[in-house]
């Protein structure tokens, strides 16, 4: 039997290597992971707005200079994919301090805290998205469900947070259950569409329905949550310093997160994420091998509306208001540009999406009157000229390449068409 | 016309044939693909479907795999016997069939290795929240699954194990197939489909293909096979059945079937019956190297 | 009674531009298989380029409403023909091929840039702008029913144009090889076609057609806005997923039926203007997962 190269890099795997030299590889990771974090601080930290177009124009142009060198490009690659451990660990570091970092500024820790709240939503579609790869233009329809379930529980019946949260996405997983049943008969622009208008006519719906979510008054004074008698509305000391109040929501962004991460991770890794994916690549192969389509896809939307409805959760008791113009097409655009632009099937990508997504707009504030134009903008050229997403995983990239490679087929054969030319 | 099949001697054990198909038929709106089919096959034989183009061996396999819906008859699998008609075509695999595609279905964007790993799908436990939990009965199940995957892959040699962890559309054309092979073989059915397996290959290739089907069959599975390729159905079936217009015209040896008036005006058209060619034999490539 | 007949007048107009919209999005979708959801911007876009023609020309000193109101739609239709073509050329081709998603949301982002774009650059673009509309005061009777002359005039016009499109399609060459390019591009690209070529005539008439029916509506409500484009587009889309998309003979229909079942909505159901929009989703949901060929459609079995 031939030796077979389980990864096909310069790093093999980490047992075959001396502690010297994993020592090494770990410190190097983090190297380029802090000098990242740094380089997205000083974006933060940058006010004036034509100032951060600019920065942002330069980082642009370096990430573009990087892609040129693909030694370099690899070898972070082959860093992250080998120590995965590390890099979580840094990363947990970096994330924890960032509200220690900007505690004079509880605008910039709130916006932590909102970019978290997407980035869990993004993960969720993530996981319709990007594993199952079910398009679901509507993902606002799940974010609005945990919302308005965990805001109306709280303002009502004065049901506590931490029992709203879960109710919130279980109910959004239920409208994620509701939404598969057509879902299951139509495919790729037919099922874009279905859920598209799925998701117009549910905001329609949040508009009228007033006993439900009390039309276009919106839910007012939604409580914030509190944890051992520790009201979210008040400012931590930690080791002397004060964080504002922000912080509380930031770090349970946070560890929601850690926990979307790993449940992600771990469906990814498993039976469930593999007949998901056989499912994507071809649903008629995959049925004749014993995966249940019905139960899977349905399985799939329900999983990614739950992290929607969780997300909407958080973000209903963190703004305390809820409104029917949250829950807009945009929104829903807003977060499947997140996983898009972020690299769909790509966990951390989609992460990066998110926080990025969310912060730029909002740093470009003065720019009020442009900022959906720019929006639109670059996703439009994103899409054209970098479809994968910035940060794409490595399988995702191999999907783009197989599409690449059967066009470069179909082209091949260009030269004959003008055998009998039209004209 | 039709003659009783014949129990094969390889299937001694067996009491009964291990699938039953009984008046078989299946219509599109008016067009009536499959009628009234008969058909059995014993434990531990290669029997194969020969028939021209359009004469309904791929709808055939469709109905059997459960992607369309009988439209009357019946077909039992197995012992004790279960119905297979009216069951979702995942269903069937779990009851223990497995089949290819002519036109190749993997799964280009998972690896070698993950395309193996699904065709293991129906020996996979592994629910919900066992997954989530990460329990180490599922390390344990997924590490011997990894194990056999290369087992099975292993079978093709190195062609299929040196692309291991490469997706399934990089490889070449005739490896595709063989990965084909390779996903069914994982499964580890009853009853394995094997739909053209040589399908544009070349000679070299076929003849390996040929001898990769009779390992297959020493090992214990029980093939149904469609092919054109007559020296490949000379080569490994014991039994062969020829369908035209969606009905059995023939059945027995391969040289009693190809001698078959019937498939001879089949394949060729009323004239050829007459002079009496044996016409399917020379529709052959030289197959021999 | 009256009343059902002034509705169905109403219909009809509403439908015309339905209708032309929707030649737009099935022609898209025949030959790129996209949906291209700025199509409804480019419905926005051509009355707005409509708008600036009538205000240039009434400032110059030109009286004659009739000439001003063509002059209105060619230029409009040949400007937002280009924007169609120019969208095609820079932002769908390179995207050919691709998964659907990515063109879906390609054309998502550009709708934006158009509306945006138009909102912020277009002289108090955010606001709603009067429309230049002389006829539509001036009324005659059939019987009960009071018409405007300008109703009159859109529902005779979108007939023409929908007639016009319909005869291109079937008796041209350029329609022939359209509908070869839906069937199959490959074996069209084979038989000689121009592709390319046929894409882009797709973009001229579609985005003419769209532009239009954004005369139209903007001539029959005396209005116009910058946001008006995304309703029109979702309409519009419904529509052609009515008679089956792709189906060209189908969108001819597909905008009067929707219409007609708009009109019924508001007049039958309770509350109906508020949820007539909901109506119209579930229509849309109905038909894509169990008529995806249309209403009136043979329904296609694709399987193994």
Known sequence: MPEIDFISSQIRKDDDRSTAERVRDRLELTGYLVFFFILFLIGLAIKDAYLLMGYLALVGAGAFMWRKLPRLDQRFRDLVQVHKGQMVLVMSVLLAVYPLIFAHDAYLVHLGALAG?????????????????????????????????????????????????????????????????????????????????????????????????????GVINIPAPTIFGHDFLSPITVFGFTLPFQTNFYYLTLILIAITMLISYRLLNSNIGRRWEAMREDDVAAHCFGIDLTFNKVLAFSTGAFFGGIGGAVFAHMIGFVHPDNFIL?????????????????????????????????????????????????????????????????????????????????????????????? | MTKDPRPSPEAAGADQPILRIEGVSKSFGGIRAVQNLNLSVETGEVVAIIGPNGSGKTTFFNLLSGLYPVTSGSIEFDDPPSSLVGLP??????????????????????????????????????GFLQSLLRTPAIVEDEKKAEERATETLGFFGPRLLSMYNEPAYSLSYANRRRLEIARVLASRPKLILLDEPVAGMNPTETAEIMEDIKRINTMGFTVLLIEHDMALVRGVAERVIALDHGTKIAEGSFDDVCNDPEVIEAYLGRGAAAAGGAAPASDAPEARP | MEIWLQQLVNALTIGGMYTLVA????????????????????????????????????????????????????????????????????????????????????????????????????????????????????????????????????????ILLVAGVYLLVTKTWLGRAMRATSEDVEA?????????????????????????????????????????????????????????????????????????????????????????????????????????????????????
Request: a positive charge; glycine letters at 12%.
């Open chain 3, 188 to 304: 069209a690209r084979m038989m000689g076609i121009n592709v390319n070529r046929v894409i882009r005539d797709a973009f001229i008439i579609g985005s003419a057609l769209g532009a239009a029916a954004g005369v139209m509506n903007g001539l029959y409500y005396q209005s116009i806005r910058f946001d008006m484009g995304w309703v029109m587009g979702v309409k519009g889309f419904t529509a052609a997923v009515i008679g089956g998309l792709g189906n060209v003979y189908g969108a001819v229909y597909g905008g009067y039926i929707l219409a007609l079942f708009e009109v019924l909505v508001v007049a039958l159901v309770p509350n109906g203007s508020q949820y007539k929009d909901v109506f119209v989703f579930l229509i849309l949901i109905g038909i894509l997962v169990f008529r995806p060929s249309g209403l009136l459609g043979t329904p296609q079995t694709k399987v193994g």
């Open chain 2, 89 to 126: 075509a995942h269903k069937i695999n779990e009851l223990g069939i497995a089949r290819t595609f002519q036109t190749l279905r993997l799964f280009p964007n998972l690896t070698v290795a993950e395309n193996v790993l699904i065709g293991m799908n129906r020996h996979l436990n592994g």
């Open chain 3, 23 to 158: 030649v737009g999005f099935t022609l898209f979708f025949g030959v790129l298989g996209l949906i291209n959801f700025a199509h409804g911007e480019v419905f926005m876009f051509g009355a707005f380029v409509a708008l600036t023609v009538s205000t240039a020309v009434i400032a110059a000193g030109m009286e004659n409403a009739l000439f001003i109101i063509v002059l209105m739609f060619v230029v409009s239709m040949t400007v937002s023909a280009a924007l169609g073509v120019g969208m095609e050329r820079v932002a769908f081709r390179p995207l050919r091929g691709l998964p659907p998603l990515l063109l879906l949301v390609t054309s998502l982002s550009i709708g934006i840039v158009i509306r945006e774009a138009i909102k912020e650059f277009y002289p108090e673009g955010a606001n709603p702008l009067a429309f230049f509309s002389p006829y539509s005061f001036d009324t005659f009777d059939i019987g009960n029913i009071t018409i405007s002359y300008t109703q009159a005039g859109l529902i005779l016009l979108s």
């Open chain 1, 117 to 217: 709240i997407f980035v869990i939503v993004a993960l969720g579609l993530n996981i319709t998205l990007g594993f199952a790869g079910l398009l679901d233009v509507g993902f606002a329809v799940y974010f609005a469900a945990g919302a308005y379930t965990s805001a109306q529980l709280a303002v009502i019946w004065d049901v506590d947070f931490w029992v709203g949260l879960p109710l919130g996405g279980l109910v959004a997983a239920f409208f994620g259950f509701l939404v598969a049943w057509p879902a299951l008969r139509v495919k790729g622009h037919y099922l874009a569409m279905v859920t598209l208008g799925y998701g117009l006519m549910m905001n329609i719906l949040h508009r009228n329905l007033k006993g439900v979510t009390n039309g276009t008054d």
């Open chain 1, 330 to 423: 945009l929104t829903s655009i807003t977060i499947l540009a997140m996983v898009l632009i972020g690299g769909m099937g790509s966990i951390w990508g989609v992460a990066l999406g998110a926080v990025l997504l969310i912060m730029i707009p909002e740093r470009l504030r003065d720019f009020e009157v442009l900022r959906m134009l720019l929006f639109g903008l670059s996703m439009a050229l994103i899409m054209i000229f970098r479809p994968q997403g910035l940060f794409p995983s490595q399988r995702r990239r191999r999907e783009l390449e197989s599409a690449r490679v059967e066009e470069l087929i179909k082209a091949s054969g260009k030269e004959n068409a003008h055998v009998r030319p039209v004209d």
